[in-house]
């Protein structure tokens, strides 16, 4: 039943030459394997040196922050993708999300340069888009051949207003009462493209109980949809995922359960959401 299998030659007889070729090409790939894991290694013990940490919440009097990064699933993806969150001196708090194209090493190291910078900068006070103008002159002097995108603006807690500007960046997406939408986005071009056009500026006054999430585009882009279909996903979740609700107690679970609903995380780019939760009325000015 069958037939039977054609013997193989012993393995005296066989052609040695071909044997020879096999073995080179399984070391081959069994290198490669291993300078990929390890290209993989350095490169994400880089980013976790410069960033704070991904998974870490801050608690305030008038909010609460949380973040996640989602690093691709593949190690040649991994790229620029950064955020920040940090207090002025006048009591209003930075918050930043931005993207340096390319993946790997170069830009990883493109991205601490841009992040400190702004970072810097951000300590004079200066309104979002006098400190993306800057930033973009940056960019354009020192950074050949750099294009990157963000989204940053200051939240006074006093007025509970966020102020922000954009470089060719995705809007933030605001939730509230059960609703959500993205903000509409003042002009503003991505960086290192041109120094001729400025950045424009918008607010808007969040109430206790808001919840603003800023992203990259790794969140809402994926070769089967363009931003805008992921962006109206990401609403559509926001809003049944109850993201809103009980914000102070379950914010870092809500992401958890956003970043499942859209599909999880992204082979081909790295995630970064950044996401704020208004949680009390602030002090107000007198």
């Known amino acids: ?12 007889d066989r052609d040695p030459d071909t044997i020879g070729v096999v073995q080179d090409l399984a070391g081959r790939w069994a290198e490669r394997r291993e300078r990929v894991a390890e290209e993989r290694r350095v490169t994400l013990a880089l980013r976790e040196a410069i960033l704070p940490e991904p998974g870490a919440s801050i608690d305030l009097p008038y909010a609460r922050i949380a973040v996640r990064y989602v690093p691709a699933g593949r190690a040649s993806s991994l790229g620029g993708d950064w955020y920040d969150a940090a207090p002025l001196p006048d009591g209003r708090m930075f918050l930043a999300v931005g993207d340096v194209s390319g993946h790997g ?16 900068l951000s300590m004079t006070g200066a309104c979002p888009g006098r400190l993306l103008t800057w930033l973009n002159t940056l960019v354009l002097t020192r950074l050949d051949d750099t294009t990157a995108t963000v989204v940053c603006g200051h939240f006074d807690p006093a007025t509970r207003l966020f102020t922000w500007a954009q470089a060719g960046h995705p809007a933030p997406i605001l939730v509230r009462r059960g609703g959500a939408r993205q903000l509409g986005a003042p002009r503003g071009v991505v960086l ?5 056009l400025p950045y424009g500026v918008a607010d808007v006054r969040l109430e206790p109980g808001d919840l603003l999430l800023m992203f990259t585009d790794g969140l809402v882009e994926r070769r089967s949809r363009d931003i805008g279909a992921g962006v109206s996903l990401i609403v559509e979740a926001a809003v049944a995922t109850g993201l809103d609700a009980d914000l102070k107690a379950d914010l870092d679970a809500g992401l958890d359960r956003l970043l499942e609903a859209i599909g999880g995380p992204n082979p081909e780019d790295d995630t970064c959401l950044l996401a704020v939760a208004v949680t009390e009325e602030g002090p107000r000015h007198l």
Do not use: N, V
């Open 192 to 196: 290192g493209a041109t120094s001729s």
């Open 105 to 120: 090493l170069p830009a990883i190291a493109e991205m601490a340069q841009l992040r400190h910078a702004l970072l810097g």
């Open 1 to 12: 039943m069958g037939g039977t299998r054609p013997a193989l030659p012993p393995a005296d």
